[in-house]
Structures are given as structure tokens and as C-alpha cells.
């Protein structure tokens, strides 16, 4: 429940600092006096959006601050906390939110910093906030399946549904693919045989161009080759006059000048490696000379083999090894294709049990919502019999429909409100009045399934005067002593029921006007009631006010 709320430089508000009670609160002030301001602050400590705007004039920043204590039994704001490492402090914690002139805010709770997202999950196990335009959400009929699944319980119903809804989605996705792929499969298949074939016709093998391309300059240019090896062979070893000729004479002339003195033993030494390396330049030379052989077939079938290999690069890689590498991709995807026969039809059968799981689970949501609605009606009709509504008649209908994210079921709210008519559609029968006494229906119906401690109504009592509003009224106070309830209004005969009545004034002070907040003591109360029924505090209207309080007062 909110213990504590402190609202600083909000809008007109200056500081204010208040303290709560369980049970039943009232916020009443003439229009215009500053109400909807408390309800704006408690909303932006709810994680409503906001700006720059909620900063009070001459100020630099807005804060609110809120104590807030948590029940043992709230476990799911507990665990909340919990998975996020939040302790409290004795089951209470602290909410501050802060906005700044440049459009910046933060948020802690517990001195923490969380997100806007973070603030409004959180809250929104605690507190539930009604305003004056909210009953316009039970005109939506896609909210009414919310409402009823809510009441139900079915959240986790729900999850399962959707789990196996997204599953059964995305199978068959994936076998309208196939079926896709395999209507184009016969033509891509005979492109990919056709890229087979052309390369292991050629059979290509890495580095092979490269090899190809010298011997092709070798045959190509012989004339020129055979001319070099020539003069290399008469100047090293063939004439009288060789290289290695004359080098034979230098390596003996040494050996024997070795036998004079032995310091020329490493330089002899020396020149032996030199003359047997000449030697054996000289022999592969030699073989060299012997083996090149000038043949214009042999050119041609080169020259032939490089233009094939030449024509596949420019399809299918730069070089033999990226060919190669497009010729494995290829067959890898006919080896696919020829697969999707086996994969549709192992997709068809995990279609088929998905689908059965999505019957199964829309069925058993299906008979629990029918279920449920008889339940929901019942106690709604209930409630707005308390609301001075005791013909009214509030009707879930479930028609089915086609299978959705939801489940199979089409869900609408009919309401008459007289003996003898028919339910009809909310949008063509309910008064606003009446929408804001079905919306305070539901809303307590539906805060009796879940933990929420606050429920917080903006003017609920909108378009309701007369005994209705004693009904509200009485009602108000009676689903005050299960959850505290805060109810901003312009009716006496509502707030008269109040455990705790605060009056919010506007009010000049200096060069400024500023909100005024003050909680009222019996006498002041009496004072606001009157004023609430007649516009003034005179005799007649305190009379009024007493007489009221007396029968109806708490």
C-alpha cells in the first residue's frame, strides 16, 4: 500500500508531503483546483510518459517520492525484486522519480536505477489506476478476451498457447518454404548438373594454369630458349675455351701449389667445391639441352587446355581452386534438394503434432473462459446491482472463431441495463455513467483474483448523481476494507463514505499560484461536505452535511 507520498516542484504543486492509511481515501477540491495534478504525479511515479511540461515554473527539476510497503502474499512483486537483487527494508520500499528541465528523469528505487519500462512493471503489481477515460478501453471489444482472461487466471494457459501458436507459425513457414523450393527444384537442379558437368569435363586441379602458362612460354618462345642454352653450353663447358675448362686447370695449378705450401690447403678446398658445383651446372645443363624438344602439338593442346580453364574462371572463381570450391557448393545444394522430399515430409509431421498440441490447448482455454464467463457475469451483475443497477444484465458471449495469437475465441462484453432489453454491443447501450459503474465492476472483480494492494479511481463517479452515487459510494467503502482505494471525486455523497478525506485547493501566493493540499479533520470534513452539496458552508448545507454524515458518515 502507499504509506507515504511526497511531491516537489510538480506542475503548481511547491512541496507536499502526505501520509496514507488503508482503507477507503477521497480527493475533493472545487474544479479546477489542482486534483488532477495528485493523480498526474501519482501516475508519473507509476510510469506514466511525461516531459519538461510537469517541472513547476522556476524550478530546475520535479520529484516525486513514494514509501510503499508490500504484503508477504504479493510474491510476484517480491520476485520481481528478488530476481533483480532489490531488497526492502522490513517489506518497504522507496520509488523516486525526477524530471528535469532538459527533458531528462531518472528513476531508483531502493537507490537503484531502473528503467521507465522496469517502474511501470513493477507498479503495476501494486497499484492499479483508473482514470475518468478509462472506461472508453470497454468500448475496445479486442481488450474484452483481456479482461475475461484476467479474471480466468489464464496467463499461464495462455503462455503455452502462444509458445506452441509461435511454433506452429514458424513450421509452417518453413514448410511453405519447402514446398517452395521444390516447385523451383527440377530447374535449379538441371542449372547445378550443368555447372557439374562443365567442370569435371575440364577436371580442373590447383595450380595447374600456372604450370601450363610456363610451359606454353616455352614452347612458344624455343626458337629464343634453345639459342641461350646454346651459348651457355659452348662458354661453359663445350669449347676448348670453356668456363669449366679453364677452371679444371685453375683447381689442379692450386692442388699442386697446396703440396708446396699447406696454407693454401682451405683456398684448394674451396675452389674443389666450386669446380664440382660447375659440374653439375654443367650435367643438368646437359640433360636440360636434351629433353627440350620444340612440339607445335603439344603448343596447341597447352594453349587449348589454358583457354578451357580460362572460361571457367571467368564463371566460377579466379582461379582452379575456387572453381573447385563452386563445383562442392553445387553439389552439396543438389544433394539438398534432392532431400526436401524427406524433409517436407518430416515437416508434416511435426506440423501435425504442433497442431494437435494448438487444438488441445485452444479447447482447454476455450472451456475455461466459458467457464469463467458465467462466473464473471454473475459477479458483475452482482456489483452493479449494488451500484443501483439491479436489473442490469452483463453477458459474456464466446463465439468461435479463427484460430489466433489469442486462442479460437471471439470474446464480447453485451450489457442492458433495463428489465426487458436485450444485452446488446456496450458501445450502443451504455450511458457514460453506466460504462464507468461496469468499468468499476470489472475492476474489482479483477483486483479480487490478483495481489494489487492500491486501486486509485479518477472521477469513477463521472455522469452518476442521486442514490447511484450513495450505491458507488457504499460500494467504495465496502471494497475498501479489502484493498486501500483512493477516489478522486465531486460528489458528497460519495466522499462522505471516505475513511480519509484530503481537499486540494488552488490558492495565490505572492506572484505564484500553487496547489494546497490538506487532509481534513472531522470538522473540516463536515465543512467540505457541505460545500461539496450546496457550493457553500451555510446552516443549511452544514445541516445538510451532518445529517448525511450521521446516516452514511464513517
Not at 643438368?284 to 593442346?301: A, G, K, M
Request: glycine share 6%; charged share 30%; hydrophobic share 40%.
Amino acid at each position: 500500500m502507499l504509506e507515504e507520498l511526497n511531491i516537489h516542484n510538480y506542475a503548481l504543486i511547491d512541496s507536499v508531503s502526505l501520509s496514507f492509511q488503508n482503507g477507503f481515501t477521497v480527493l475533493s477540491g472545487e474544479t479546477g483546483s489542482g486534483k488532477s495534478i495528485i493523480v498526474g504525479a501519482i501516475g508519473f511515479l507509476l510510469g506514466a510518459k511525461s516531459d519538461s511540461t510537469v517541472v513547476r515554473v522556476g524550478s530546475e527539476s520535479a520529484v516525486v517520492q513514494a514509501l510503499v510497503s508490500i504484503k508477504p502474499e504479493n510474491t510476484d512483486a517480491h520476485t520481481w525484486l528478488t530476481k533483480r537483487d532489490i531488497e526492502t527494508n522490513e517489506g518497504r520500499i522507496v520509488i523516486r522519480r525526477t524530471m528535469k528541465l532538459s527533458g531528462r528523469g531518472s528513476i531508483y528505487l531502493q537507490n537503484i536505477q531502473i528503467t521507465r519500462t522496469d517502474l511501470t512493471e513493477f507498479m503495476a503489481l501494486l497499484f492499479n489506476l483508473h482514470g475518468q477515460h478509462t472506461h472508453e478501453s470497454l468500448l475496445a471489444i479486442d481488450s474484452h478476451l483481456v479482461y475475461l482472461d484476467r479474471f480466468a487466471g489464464l496467463e499461464s494457459d495462455l503462455s503455452h498457447y502462444r509458445k506452441l501458436f509461435s511454433v506452429y507459425s514458424e513450421k509452417k513457414r518453413e514448410l511453405e518454404y519447402a514446398q517452395q523450393r521444390e516447385h523451383d527444384r527440377d530447374a535449379r537442379q538441371e542449372i547445378l548438373r550443368y555447372v557439374l558437368d562443365e567442370i569435371d569435363k575440364v577436371s580442373p586441379k590447383p595450380g595447374e594454369s600456372r604450370e601450363l602458362e610456363v610451359e606454353a612460354r616455352r614452347l612458344s618462345e624455343f626458337e629464343k630458349l634453345s639459342s641461350h642454352i646454346k651459348v651457355v653450353s659452348e662458354s661453359f663447358f663445350e669449347d676448348e675455351n670453356s668456363a669449366l675448362s679453364f677452371l679444371r686447370k685453375a683447381r689442379f695449378s692450386l692442388e699442386n701449389a697446396t703440396d708446396i705450401d699447406e696454407s693454401l690447403t682451405a683456398l684448394s678446398n674451396r675452389m674443389k667445391d666450386w669446380y664440382y658445383e660447375a659440374e653439375d651446372i654443367a650435367e643438368e645443363i646437359r640433360i636440360y639441352r636434351n629433353t627440350v624438344r620444340y612440339n607445335p602439338e603439344r603448343l596447341e593442346e597447352v594453349e587449348d587446355r589454358l583457354s578451357l580453364l580460362f572460361r571457367l574462371k571467368k564463371k566460377y572463381g579466379t582461379d582452379e581452386k575456387a572453381i573447385l570450391a563452386y563445383r562442392d557448393a553445387a553439389q552439396k545444394e543438389i544433394d539438398s534438394l534432392s532431400e526436401l522430399e524427406a524433409d517436407q515430409n518430416i515437416l508434416k509431421h511435426a506440423l501435425a503434432d504442433v497442431d494437435k498440441a494448438l487444438d488441445e490447448a485452444a479447447s482447454a482455454l476455450s472451456k475455461k473462459r466459458k467457464e469463467s464467463a458465467r462466473d464473471l457475469e454473475t459477479r458483475i451483475s452482482k456489483i452493479l446491482s449494488i451500484l443501483g443497477m439491479p436489473n442490469a444484465q452483463f453477458s459474456v458471449t464466446i463465439q468461435e472463431c479463427k484460430r489466433m495469437s489469442t486462442g479460437t475465441d471471439a470474446v464480447e462484453f453485451l450489457f442492458s441495463a433495463n428489465l426487458g432489453e436485450p444485452p446488446r454491443e456496450l458501445a450502443r447501450i451504455a450511458s457514460g455513467g453506466e460504462l464507468s459503474r461496469v468499468m468499476l465492476a470489472i475492476k474489482t472483480v479483477l483486483s479480487s483474483t490478483d495481489t494489487l494492494e492500491t486501486l486509485i479511481f479518477d472521477e469513477i463517479d463521472s455522469g452518476v448523481g442521486g442514490a447511484v452515487a450513495l450505491a458507488v459510494g457504499e460500494y467504495l467503502a465496502q471494497i475498501a476494507q479489502l484493498k486501500q482505494i483512493f477516489c478522486v471525486t465531486h460528489l458528497a455523497s460519495i466522499a462522505l463514505r471516505a475513511d480519509h478525506h484530503i481537499k486540494v485547493e488552488k490558492k495565490d501566493q505572492g506572484n505564484r499560484t500553487v496547489t494546497n493540499i490538506t487532509v481534513l479533520d472531522h470538522a473540516k470534513k463536515r465543512q467540505e461536505i457541505a460545500r461539496m452539496l450546496s457550493g457553500d458552508v451555510g446552516t443549511a448545507a452544514l445541516a445538510h452535511a451532518d445529517a448525511l454524515l450521521a446516516r452514511y458518515g464513517q
